[in-house]
């Protein structure tokens, strides 16, 4: 009897241990999934950038206040348009922006992790290079604001004439979305709805500000 009854205790103890074990490797996969949807770490230093704009803003009589840099070599479902201060020597403000769908559907997140570039009529493409912000519109986007934009580099001459402007877009959404990607439009360097009206409060006090956008 006894004997049986050690028997049933060491059963018992045996699958205990087999379904903790069990518990704990379920338990590790899961946290191993969740790590690998964790959005990457972007570590990237744009000091020359900082450097080089500032130059560029005296050179140029352009405001030396605040500037843009939009990087289109990070992925799009994280933010990536950057508001410079250059008193203050730091990033002020980061929104989320879509860049050109190039020969993909527009409205997808086909290249979300490789933009294409170019500055070709009807390439539906974003183009780098430094541009002026000039005049503020009216659009059809978002809350009706759009800001013009002039390329001044031969990588982005055709901005004007490709109607290449600051606007916002419903579509783009307020906080990172990474694994996703935001929508792709046709060239335009395009914000979200709240975005925008941030935006918007700084270009009315800050004119001929400097935009550049580069994929690093």
Known sequence: MKKMFFIICLFLVFSCTKENKVTAISENKHKNEIVSEEKPRVEINYDNYYKEARQFCKNNN?????????????????????????????????????????????????????????????????????????????SQWGIKVNYVLKGKEKSNSNAISRAIVLHSWEAIPDNEVFPEGTPEGWGCPAVSNESMKEIDELLKKNKKVLMWIIKS
Do not use: P
């Not at 990536?80 to 050109?100: A, E, L, P, Q, T």
């Open 62 to 138: 352009l405001n030396q206040n605040k500037f843009i840099l939009i990087d289109l070599g990070i992925h799009s479902g994280l933010k990536r348009f950057f508001i410079y201060d250059f008193k203050d020597k730091k990033i002020s403000k980061s929104y989320m922006v879509s860049h050109g769908c190039g020969a993909n559907e527009w409205g997808r997140t086909s290249s979300k992790t490789d933009a294409s570039i170019s500055n070709e009529f009807d390439s539906h493409c974003s183009s780098l290079g430094k541009y002026v912000i000039l005049d503020r519109g009216v």
